[in-house]
T-cell receptor, first 116, second 113 residues
Framework: DTAVSQTPKYLVTQMGNDKSIKCEQN?????MYWYKQDSKKFLKIMFSYNNKELIINETVPNRFSPKSPDKAHLNLHINSLELGDSAVYFC???????????????FGPGTRLTVL | GNSVTQMEGPVTLSEEAFLTINCTYT??????LFWYVQYPGEGLQLLLK?????DKGSNKGFEATYRKETTSFHLEKGSVQVSDSAVYFC????????????FGKGTRLSVIA
């Protein structure tokens, strides 16, 4: 069974469109994340949710809106897509703040977004 | 703030060569340290980890030792294989246990037969 899954794997769209990426984890984790990997492979945190509540929101344009309907899902909606949004977006999850002194993060396979 | 610095790539080695990828960090408190690997076209996989000073993480022949005195976590492998070709990321995480990972810029390794 896939631990952290994302859909779609590839997303090609036109500038100005609105799109969503979905993420689901079946590990029973409390915390979920969205990371962005740019064309130079640099990975950076975008958002973090703990038990459906937003806990970290880095300096991301407000065109990006995460939504967590329950603690197993964290979706990313992007409005008015721009060329610079082209990247690979990774979802991840970890047990939560209280479980152990550190928590391994499990990553999804990534969604490659291409904006034309 | 927290940061991770990795040696710039790409690194090209012949099969069975010795590998070292340097990683140093800056962090408040006592971070946990990780190496992640990204094979071509795939997501990130945890390769190894260390949670306190002098811990050695190891997996698949790779090793890294948490050196607090030099704030380093260098990745080593004694004999690389073609199948080790990938991008390697050094990362850290601080308390509490669900803070996001801070990644280095990644080092691309190519191993040729």
């Amino acid at each position: 069974d896939t631990a952290v899954s994302q859909t779609p794997k590839y997303l090609v769209t036109q500038m100005g469109n609105d799109k969503s990426i979905k993420c689901e984890q079946n590990l029973g984790h409390d915390t979920m994340y969205w990371y962005k990997q740019d064309s130079k492979k640099f990975l950076k945190i975008m958002f973090s949710y703990n038990n459906k509540e937003l806990i970290i929101n880095e300096t991301v344009p407000n065109r990006f809106s995460p939504k967590s309907p329950d603690k197993a899902h964290l979706n990313l909606h992007i409005n008015s897509l721009e060329l610079g949004d082209s990247a690979v977006y990774f979802c991840a999850s970890s047990p939560g703040p209280e479980r152990t002194s550190y928590n391994e993060q499990f990553f999804g396979p990534g969604t490659r977004l291409t904006v034309l | 703030g927290n940061s991770v610095t990795q040696m710039e790539g790409p690194v090209t080695l012949s099969e069975e060569a010795f590998l070292t990828i340097n990683c140093t960090y800056t962090a408040t408190g006592y971070p946990s340290l990780f190496w992640y690997v990204q094979y071509p076209g795939e997501g990130l996989q945890l390769l190894l980890k260390a949670t306190k000073a002098d811990d050695k993480g190891s997996n698949k022949g790779f090793e890294a030792t948490y050196r607090k005195e030099t704030t380093s976590f260098h990745l080593e492998k004694g004999s690389v294989q073609v199948s080790d070709s990938a991008v390697y990321f050094c990362a850290l995480m601080t308390w509490p246990g669900n803070t996001p990972l801070v990644f280095g810029k990644g080092t691309r390794l190519s191993v040729i037969a």
